[in-house]
């Protein structure tokens, strides 16, 4: 099944009782229950129906109301939502697909790809401090042989010259 995410709320676009209901999207059926509510003049809870026109409520950027309740339901579904989702791929897993890497959760593939990108820099750090261990190596030699020979002209420059 491939994943499309609704532009305007983020949610799944879905049929209704194919996915979880705080995650799918209801743009669409907005549209459909939006002339009832504008005929009889009360405002009701876009999620759950109740008359809100009284009562303390919110209002999305897609001009629908909701009472107190589904927008705080709304805002953990949100957020457990954002927990059970890849933060590398994006994809949504269940909790127990997720696995730890460091303080993040994530998926099987994604955890496997961050193994072998550390896998990668260990290899690049080992492969770094053994050439820079090869060029001291041959530094020092170069010392050596740099004083033999200074050490053969002083002794060409004191001795044999008599």
């Not at 194919?18 to 809870?45: F, L, M």
């Not at 050596?144 to 050490?151: S, T």
Request: a positive charge.
């Amino acid at each position: 099944m491939t994943e499309v995410v609704c532009p305007d709320c983020g949610k799944y676009i879905a049929p209704q009782g194919q996915i979880d209901p705080s995650i799918r999207c209801r743009c669409a059926d907005a549209a459909e229950a939006e002339p009832a509510a504008a005929t009889d003049g009360r405002k009701r809870c876009y999620v759950c129906g109740s008359d809100i026109t009284n009562r303390k409520r919110l209002k999305d950027h897609l001009g629908r109301y909701w009472c107190g309740e589904c927008a705080r339901a709304d805002h953990r579904a949100k957020r457990r939502a954002k927990e059970l989702q890849c933060p590398d791929c994006g994809r949504m897993f269940p909790p127990i697909r997720l696995m730890e890497y460091g303080d993040i959760r994530v998926c099987k593939t994604c955890y496997k790809k961050r193994l072998d990108n550390a896998q990668k820099k260990l290899v690049k750090m080992g492969h770094r401090h053994a050439a820079k261990r090869h060029e001291l190596k041959h530094i020092k030699w170069m010392l050596l042989i740099i004083a033999v020979l200074v050490a053969l002209a002083t002794y060409h420059q004191f001795f044999r010259g008599q």
